[in-house]
């Protein structure tokens, strides 16, 4: 198969929506990372998405709208905290998980008698699902378990010869995934961190919990309840090892783990601020000063480009885990497989 990649102008739109309504699917643009999109509500469109990624058929996909009425004969009911949520938030990078019906395909939530629903504020997106005439399916647009695609490109080097069209609309503005809202029970819980970060639903709802598994691991056989919980995800080829404490004495520590790791004849990085002096080791810039926003932006474009210059062992300083250092902090735990140490513990 020979995969295209076209502008997400009203040609490609249009283009896409055909194939997507022809059992596709298709490389989506949105403002968090690039998604591969099919029609939801199609089992066997939404196979090839599990197919392309190698994806494991217990991790749950995210169904994405273009309005809220398209809701209906998609979930049973809709809580009055997952309402209150949609008029702050949507369109933008939040989904809900809420009760769903039976037209969903069990493929899509791994069995489950829930669903992830997500209305994004990328226009090109909400552009594909008008025109599809469908809601749609689309977890990120990368091999299961390896960083996800923030341009086009990366999805080219990812699915080339999987599916037959991409469709580009620039790097994504966000960066990391979209937060992960249960509104099922009586407290909104977040299953997975975002650019809506906790302390904002608190200001909405008034209280929110956080899920132990967004700084741990899931137990052997415990079930997936969101896309993103799984143990190491989001991974480069590289053994990543994550640093807090004090900075300078994170600093040290990482600086005698990359000298070690190029003594044994690895290639070791720093994924750091750039404007810090490293001695002239090499650095991967992840953003500025501890920036959640920055790192945000950037951490999926450094992990790759880690696997293209070969890296074998990398180092990184941990963030605070508040607003979007959250999100950040859980990414790069997965990456890392949650390898945590404290700086100067083993010295």
């Given amino acids: 198969m020979k995969t ?17 309504r022809a059992g596709e699917v298709v490389g989506m643009p949105t403002e968090t990372v690039y998604g591969l999109a099919a029609n939801a509500l199609d089992e066997n469109a939404v196979k090839k998405i599990f197919a392309a990624k190698g994806r494991p058929a217990d991790n749950p996909l995210i169904v994405h709208i273009a309005s809220e009425k398209e809701l209906e ?3 049973t009911r809709v809580p009055e905290m997952a309402r209150a949520l ?26 489950g008698d829930t669903v992830g629903i997500r209305m994004p504020e990328s226009e090109a997106a909400r552009a594909l699902i008008r025109e599809s005439g469908c809601p749609i399916a689309a977890p990120s647009a990368n091999t299961s378990g390896k960083p996800s695609p923030t341009t086009a490109q990366h999805v080219l080097s990812d699915m080339n010869g999987k599916i037959p069209l991409i469709l580009d609309a620039g790097a994504c503005g966000v960066g990391v995934e979209s937060t992960v809202i249960d509104t099922t029970g009586e407290e909104p819980v977040v ?13 909405t709802l008034g209280s929110v919990e956080v899920d132990e598994h967004v700084m741990k691991p899931l137990a052997e056989g415990e ?43 690895g290639k070791p990085a720093i994924l750091g601020n750039p404007q810090e002096d490293y001695g002239g080791r090499l650095v991967f810039a992840l953003g500025h000063d501890g920036n959640a926003e920055d790192a945000a932006v950037r951490i999926f474009a450094c992990l790759r480009e880690l696997d293209d210059a070969g890296i074998t062992a990398a180092f990184c300083e941990t963030i605070p885990l508040r607003g979007m250092g ?14 945590i140490e404290k700086a100067g513990e083993n010295t």
């Fill in 223 to 265: 079930a997936v309840r969101s896309p993103g919980m799984k143990y190491r995800h989001y991974a480069p080829s590289a053994r990543l090892t994550l640093f807090e404490g004090e900075h300078e004495q994170v600093k040290a520590e990482m600086c005698a783990r990359y000298d070690a790791a190029l003594k044994a004849g």
């Fill in 191 to 203: 299953l997975r961190p975002g650019a809506i970060t906790p302390e904002m639903i608190r200001r």
């Fill in 326 to 339: 959250l999100a950040v902090m859980n990414r790069l735990g997965r990456a890392a497989g949650f390898n």
């Fill in 4 to 20: 295209e990649v076209i502008r997400a102008d009203a040609d490609g739109i249009r283009r896409g929506a055909k194939l997507i």
């Fill in 86 to 111: 949609m008029r702050a938030y949507w369109p933008g990078p939040m989904t809900l998980i809420m009760p769903k019906t039976e037209a969903i395909p069990a493929i899509v939530t791994a069995g």
């Fill in 73 to 75: 004969g998609l979930v």
